[in-house]
């Protein structure tokens, strides 16, 4: 997948946790979207669990915080309930947005290709283009350096 560094973000609206969410309309603040495989999966809850956990100093940073995978809602509102996630989640069950940010992609595992949502964060500016972009991400200490990248001016 190219880069997206510096273009404007693909719009989208989608169904999330907390009601319709409009990228465009999110303008003027900060948006972080990050884009995990699948809800109640080791490393998929350990990053809502981080983002969550910094939730507070990513709304200091002026940046909203949401999360992305093909789970429906009611995955995701059970998803949120049993670990106490605070980050809303959205659902592109269609795949639409994962597929305008270039994650939807082939995978493999125990040799087998399948496709699926590669783990990835965009961090767009007010202005709504994509300021910085993470890809095949690690989860531990993600969110923080994404949180870091958000407090840059």
């Known amino acids: 997948m190219t880069d997206m560094t510096g273009q404007p973000a693909p719009d989208f609206t989608l169904p999330s946790t907390e009601g319709d969410v409009t990228l465009s309309a999110l303008k003027g603040s900060k948006v972080v979207l990050f884009f995990y495989p699948r809800d109640d999966t080791s490393g998929c809850t350990k990053e809502n669990e981080e983002f969550s956990a910094l939730q507070s100093a990513f709304a200091e940073a002026g940046t909203r915080v949401y999360g992305i995978s093909k789970d429906s809602l009611a995955s995701h509102e059970k998803f949120m309930k049993k670990k106490s996630l605070t980050v809303p989640l959205l659902t592109d069950e269609e795949s639409d947005v994962c597929e305008k940010f270039g994650v939807w992609a082939e995978k493999s595992m125990y040799g087998k290709t399948y496709m699926g949502i590669e783990r990835s964060t965009f961090l767009i ?16 200490g993600h969110a923080a350096e994404v949180l870091e990248a958000a407090r840059a001016p």
């Open 125 to 140: 500016d007010a202005e709504g283009r994509i300021a910085r972009e993470w890809r095949k991400v690690k989860v531990p």
